[in-house]
């Protein structure tokens, strides 16, 4: 007589079910981890720092202090770059820009389109003439209140504190009747960092050119600092140091721990006592 033996099959039911629970687990597992992910890479910065990012023949500064706060200056043209190449800086979800520095009338035309976006909470327009940028000055304000985006036209001279101990400061000092122009300076730490907005600066370590503007490079000339950085892949002609080259496309970045400022990026046509680079 022969035997038989009987194999049990698993039910559809329970084998259906179990696909569907290891299908919830597997995304809870998976949302967790961008979770992790995305706190890790969404935390501020450990140190005060400046990201700097080419653009056609432009430069804009990415101001971040140590614990937070973040200060974009610059804005390019209508159909700039600088979205883009911020979207590579930030994380998907923290896009928004604390404060929106406007320092040049060439500028707000992105400046406006950055606003539209509503990746900007507040607007500071600076040693831009209002007669002669009357309309686009106009169009930035209407972007503002149209997104509820705070608007100002700094006037008078004003100090913007970063990070949570304000370990980066940046000083917004107007033109004055001896002639002087309008000047920007960046202090954190050892770098006081000088943002070319006129022909006259004071005597800094470092001196930052938005754009190719040979004139007032050699403004900068008469009192050298000891790095200049500029947005053109020809270099300043009219400055004899050291410069650090950030070109369209480009992204460099200074960073201030204590008494140290380390480099990373862009192209360095000799090394600079007062900057590592790395």
């Not at 022969?2 to 698993?10: C, E, F, H, K």
């Not at 614990?67 to 994380?91: D, W």
């Not at 707000?108 to 940028?133: C, D, H, K, Y």
Request: charged content about 15%; some cysteine.
């Amino acid at each position: 007589m022969s035997s038989s033996r009987t194999v049990a099959q698993p039910s559809p039911h329970f084998s259906v079910g179990w696909r569907i629970r290891i299908a919830i687990l597997t995304g809870l597992l998976t949302l967790l981890l961008l979770l992790v992910v995305g706190l890790i890479l969404d935390r501020p910065p450990a140190n005060a720092q400046i990201t700097l990012i080419g653009t056609g023949n432009r430069l804009h500064l990415l101001v971040e202090g140590a614990g937070g706060g973040r200060v974009l200056i610059g804005g390019g043209p209508k159909e700039s770059e600088l979205p883009a190449a911020l979207g590579y800086q930030f994380v998907p979800w923290r896009t928004t820009i604390d404060l929106l520095l406007v320092v040049d009338q060439d500028d707000l035309p992105g400046a406006t389109a950055l606003v539209q976006r509503g990746q900007v909470r507040e607007v500071a327009v600076f040693g831009v003439e209002q007669q002669r940028s009357a309309a686009a000055l106009a169009a930035l304000r209407a972007a503002c209140a149209s997104q509820q985006t705070q608007y100002r036209f700094v006037v008078a001279a004003e100090r913007i504190a970063l990070g949570t101990a304000a370990q980066l400061l940046i000083d917004l000092v107007p033109a004055t009747d001896e002639g002087l122009a309008p000047r920007l300076i960046v202090h954190a730490g050892t770098l006081h960092a000088a943002v070319a907005l006129g022909a006259s600066l004071p005597a800094t370590p470092i001196a930052i050119l938005l754009s190719n503007d040979q004139a007032r490079a050699r403004a900068l000339a008469a009192q050298p600092p000891s790095l200049l950085i500029a947005p053109t892949a020809q270099g300043v002609t009219a400055f004899p140091g050291q410069q650090l080259l950030v070109t369209s496309g480009q992204r460099a970045r200074l960073t201030m721990t204590g008494a140290a400022i380390t480099l990373r990026g862009g192209t360095i046509t000799a090394e600079s006592p007062a900057v590592s680079s790395r």
